[in-house]
């Protein structure tokens, strides 16, 4: 999975009415260990909403 800015978890899943349970990390943690690679092109490293050493971050200026 490449994205270019992260998946912050604080923006990522928006509900009518308010807040709801963030499943993004959960998510993002079961497709690395599924064997999907994950990738972030983005200026800043923890933008990424995932387990520690699961996203191979670019940095961009």
Do not use: Y
């Not at 990738?39 to 923890?46: M, Q």
């Amino acid at each position: 999975m490449v994205s270019f800015g992260g998946v912050p978890a604080k923006s990522s899943r928006i509900s009518r009415g308010g807040a709801s349970r963030h499943s993004t990390r959960d998510g993002l943690a079961r497709l690395s260990a599924a064997g999907c690679r994950l990738v972030n092109f983005s200026p800043v490293r923890s933008n990424f909403d995932a387990p520690d050493g699961t996203v191979e971050w670019i940095p961009i200026a």
